[in-house]
């Protein structure tokens, strides 16, 4: 009897469960078209669905809508609807306090069986500042009610990141939170540190559970939220193949669908892919390809969870030359819709950027990428950063307006960038008027190099190209000063760029003359397409004085930490060796052939009006190995490869001059009897007074050393 009995629950349990599964398939499928009814973005046959309609968008990014004024957000979000900008995506994230901007939110995890501690501490929340005054205590959960709701009112929908790899605002570079919570060796023990992750999983149900005090309606609920995302550009350098990320991602990607079943859930990550086969455009930029940084785009965007790819695009940063940043970008594009396309899911150029301060044509570019995002069936682009006032500016007269600190900066001020922008956000909505049309398709000309004046010297090579929709072309000629060149003026059309170049020989006109450039197209059909006229200006035979010197005798220079790449900077400091120097300890795995660190240097104001800078870089010879089998003749490596790096837009500069085997590195002795591998690097560069400060960047390359690298006297001169 007893058998029997066991038998018949046994059946029963079976039947239960075959009959609960297939009530969840069913309410699987119900529930997505009860997502759609709600207003929520939803994933069908590879796009984004909105309303009954395949929704594709341009949009945005904003860091700072959880701990600015109501006017700030207001303002940033009124802008973004203006110009179509259907998506924000913003920080949803305050690891910790940040005392720059007074804001609070997870101030302690969960450790132990103790709670974590949410929002503005008690002892801080009563103060005499107003809360439109820079330092008022914000409360980043309060900040991003206001935000969603707002948001709301404007139809705009939102994309929430969860973290940061990067250490703003309390991410896992930043040693005073996560790291030194949790006691790990390295910042990326984040993803596998069994605390951390029960930390992290206890955030995102307080974020996603909570109730929006403006409107009433749970985060998780709320259709204004289209998509939450796992963390800003994760990545882990110390695992190649990507499995460390994905196994996070994974996992952390089930738990907040979980929560959040209405919502999409993104990574958030920078698109690195792991390949053999695709090494980018014109061999730039391999380590987005070759598993470099740690993360596995296909793999990641295959997670069962994970509804749509997220890449980011910056590559002047990333050090791809400025001859082929645009075509590196729009191939870099094409590589991530065509793996979106081949696994069935959305993608989207989630960031982007070309720094305001470089010498690149952000308008040709913008225009080209939006272009290959939206003939390539992406589902969307966001660019980086949608900036408005500043309150805060306001109370101290300055002029109320947001300011570039990135240099990445976009503002709807009817500028040609943003109109342009507001163009492709009007195609890609489906909303586009004739003036629209006219704007994207009618045929343009655009100077590439110069992108904007600038000096020149030696060989200077013009590059220009053809956009919108024109015809066959019949001749292409550089003008110089509103003239046609003498002869050579015909540019030569070359096919895997898709733009015409010819060279200048500036040797033959004198120092400081001025040559307004352009380029001028014929079409068959009679056509003529001109481009702007940018000035050059003759800088062969320059001189240079001392404008400023930093000695370290008795002090850093304020020199602070920007973290490092593949290596790691653990401390900053002065030291009395040789007289004084600047101190950075470090550790270089040698595995790798880029492995840098990021010195900044606030107080070199100086480089605004420079176009020299040197330094010498001293580490201990006995310190230093070479790994076997690793090797690169062509790049000088194992080596030293220094560069420097100038804000805002971090341009980088001097990557490749001063590369040098490590066996032919100049050996000394200094004042505590150890002998030195010592370098003297000397960049030169044209003066550009938008630079604000300057970022030395001691870089080896299959060089394992940890200890002290020194860094002596830097010498800013400016041309005479």
């Given amino acids: ?205 307080t974020l996603l559970t909570r109730v929006n005090t403006y409107t009433g309606i749970p985060y998780n609920e709320d259709p204004t939220i289209m998509t939450w995302e796992l963390m800003n550009e994760p990545r882990n350098p110390d695992d190649k193949t990507g499995k460390v990320v994905t196994a996070w991602a994974k996992e952390m990607s089930a738990y907040v669908k979980s929560l959040a079943p209405y919502q999409l859930c993104a990574v958030g990550d920078e698109g690195g892919f792991i390949r053999d086969d695709l090494e980018g455009f014109g061999e730039e930029g391999n380590h987005m390809y070759n598993g470099t940084e740690g993360t596995d785009f296909d793999a990641l965007l295959s997670l069962k969870n994970i509804d749509y ?124 008027t004739p003036e629209d049309t006219l704007l994207l398709d009618k045929p343009k000309a655009y100077l590439l190099n110069p992108g904007k004046a600038q000096e020149a010297k030696g060989e200077f090579q013009v590059r220009a190209e053809l956009s919108g929709n024109y015809g066959k072309v019949k001749s292409a000629k550089l003008y110089i000063n509103g003239e046609l060149a003498p002869v050579p003026n015909t540019m030569q059309y070359n096919k895997a760029n898709d733009l015409y170049r010819i060279k200048i020989n500036t040797t033959t006109y004198e120092d400081g003359t001025v040559l307004n450039i352009s380029a001028v197209f014929t079409l068959e059909d009679g056509t003529v397409l001109k481009t702007n006229e940018i000035p050059i200006t003759i800088s062969n035979n320059v001189t240079y004085s001392l404008l400023k010197t930093y000695d370290f005798a008795d002090s850093t220079a304020e020199a602070t930490s920007l973290g490092a790449y593949q290596a790691e900077l653990k401390k900053i400091s002065h030291s009395t060796l040789n ?22 240097f606030p107080s070199m104001t100086e480089v605004s009006e420079a176009a020299q800078l040197e330094f010498t870089v001293y580490f201990e010879k006995d310190l230093a190995s070479t790994p076997s089998g690793k090797s690169k003749p062509e790049d000088k490596l194992p080596g030293v490869q ?65 200890g002290p690298i020194y860094i002596d006297t830097v010498n800013i001169y400016k041309k005479d």
């Fill in 309 to 432: 790819g997220t890449f980011h695009m910056y590559p002047e940063a990333w050090g791809i030359l400025p001859e082929y940043v645009e075509n590196w970008g729009a191939q870099y594009i094409i590589d991530h819709i065509d793996s979106g396309k081949a696994i069935g899911k959305p993608v989207v150029l989630e960031e982007y950027g070309v720094g305001s301060t470089g010498g690149q044509n952000r308008l040709a570019i913008y225009d080209k990428w939006n272009r290959t995002v939206y003939e390539n069936g992406g589902a969307g682009s966001m660019v980086w950063i949608l900036t408005s006032s500043n309150e805060y500016e306001l109370s101290e007269g300055g002029d109320g307006l947001y300011d570039d600190y990135d240099g990445f900066r976009i503002m709807n001020d009817g500028s040609p960038v943003s109109k342009m922008l507001s163009a492709w956000a009007a195609r890609f909505a489906g909303t586009e």
């Fill in 1 to 205: 009897m007893k058998r029997k009995v066991k038998l018949s629950m046994f059946f029963t349990v079976c039947l239960t469960l075959v009959l609960a599964l297939f009530v969840g398939c069913a309410s699987s499928k119900d529930f997505s078209a009860e997502a759609a009814a709600k207003g929520f973005v939803t994933v069908e046959n590879g796009q984004f669905m909105l309303n009954g309609e395949p929704f594709r968008f341009v949009g945005t990014n904003n860091y700072y809508m959880h701990y600015s004024t109501d006017m700030m957000q207001t303002d940033v979000i009124e802008d973004a609807a203006e110009m179509g900008f259907d998506v924000l995506r913003i920080w949803g994230f305050q690891i910790g306090p940040n005392r720059d901007h007074n804001s609070y939110g997870l101030n302690e995890p969960a450790k132990n069986g103790k709670p974590g501690s949410y929002g503005v501490p008690e002892k801080y929340q009563t103060t005499s500042k107003n809360p439109n005054e820079f330092g008022y205590p914000r409360d980043i959960f309060e900040r991003l009610d206001y935000t969603i709701a707002e948001a709301g009112k404007h139809g705009i929908k939102l994309v929430i990141a969860l973290n940061n790899y990067w250490s703003d605002f309390g991410g896992l570079q930043q040693a005073s939170t996560w790291q030194r919570w949790f006691n790990l060796e390295k910042p990326t023990d984040f993803y596998t540190d069994k605390g951390c992750k029960e930390a992290y999983k206890e955030y995102v149900k």
């Fill in 579 to 600: 007289g004084g120097m600047l101190r950075v300890d470090a550790v270089f795995p040698g595995e790798n052939e880029w492995e840098e660190l990021k010195v900044k």
């Fill in 642 to 706: 220094n560069y420097i790096a100038f804000d805002p837009g971090w341009i980088k500069t001097g990557q490749g001059t001063q590369n040098c085997e490590l066996e032919n590195l100049e050996v000394v002795t200094l004042d505590d009897g150890k002998e030195y591998y010592k370098q003297t690097c000397l960049f030169e560069f044209f003066t550009n007074s938008d630079y604000t400060l300057v970022t030395i960047c001691p870089t080896m390359g299959y060089v394992a050393y940890t």
